[in-house]
Antibody, heavy 120, light 110 residues
Framework: EVQLLESGGGVVQPGGSLRLSCAASGFTFRSNAMAWVRQAPGKGLEWVSKISGSDGRTSYADSVKGRFTVSRDNSKNTLYMQMNSLRVEDTAVYYC?????????????WGQGTLVTVSS | QTVVTQEPSFSVSPGGTVTLTCGLNSGSVSTTNFPSWYQQTPGQAPRTLIYTTNTRSSGVPDRFSGSILGNKAALTITGAQADDESDYYCVLYMGSGIWVFGGGTKLTVL
């Protein structure tokens, strides 16, 4: 069974930084691309970033490009998101997501999420 | 800017059929957008329902089906049940490692 456990959320002031982690188990971590998807309070889902499994290629939504950096440690089965220059509008639950394999481009399994609150 | 459109809300009677759609502000949705659908109830993580347009995820009842209708992706629920009352999100792959979610549809079963 796929398990994704996010951590690192909390309260941070505007302009501050935070690093999220996602511990993965139940599958061959390096074989899957991984993604972060967020959801602001009372709002819809927003794709944030994706990182490929083996070569580490990354992509970002325009809303976070240049401020957020996704990375992974395949030896630790862990996904990360370094979030810098945080804004109030970055307040959201951040979900760690296992992506599909085989060029099917969908979000296969979801963690329970970690809440990031940006507030002064 | 790419915007994925969904009906903000929809209502269906128990046992009825409802079709939710997922469109683009410019252009048509096709299978090359790999449309997928997710169900979310309050306080819970999303659940994957449909991927690559019309493939049901493991454990999803066959009353859920996906398709392309005209220039949009569609999610049809046939024989709606009370526990289908949820938020439903579609997402489209736009190429170059970019995905865009729709705003979601709040489905009421009454």
């Amino acid at each position: 069974e796929v398990q994704l456990l996010e951590s690192g959320g909390g309260v941070v002031q505007p302009g501050g930084s935070l690093r999220l982690s996602c511990a993965a188990s139940g599958f061959t971590f390096r074989s899957n691309a991984m993604a972060w998807v967020r959801q602001a309070p009372g709002k819809g889902l927003e794709w944030v970033s994706k990182i490929s499994g083996s070569d580490g290629r990354t992509s970002y939504a325009d809303s976070v490009k240049g401020r957020f950096t996704v990375s992974r440690d395949n030896s630790k089965n862990t996904l990360y998101m370094q979030m810098n220059s945080l804004r109030v509008e970055d307040t959201a639950v951040y979900y760690c997501v296992q992506m599909s394999t085989g060029g099917r481009y969908f979000f296969a399994s979801w963690g329970q999420g970690t809440l990031v609150t940006v507030s002064s | 800017q790419t915007v994925v459109t969904q009906e903000p809300s929809f209502s269906v009677s128990p046992g009825g059929t409802v079709t939710l759609t997922c469109g683009l502000n410019s252009g048509s949705v096709s299978t090359t957008n790999f449309p997928s659908w997710y169900q979310q109830t309050p306080g819970q993580a999303p659940r994957t329902l449909i991927y690559t347009t019309n493939t049901r995820s493991s454990g999803v009842p066959d009353r859920f089906s996906g398709s392309i209708l005209g220039n949009k992706a569609a999610l049809t629920i046939t024989g709606a049940q009370a526990d289908d009352e949820s938020d439903y999100y579609c997402v489209l792959y736009m190429g170059s490692g970019i995905w865009v979610f729709g705003g979601g549809t709040k489905l009421t079963v009454l």
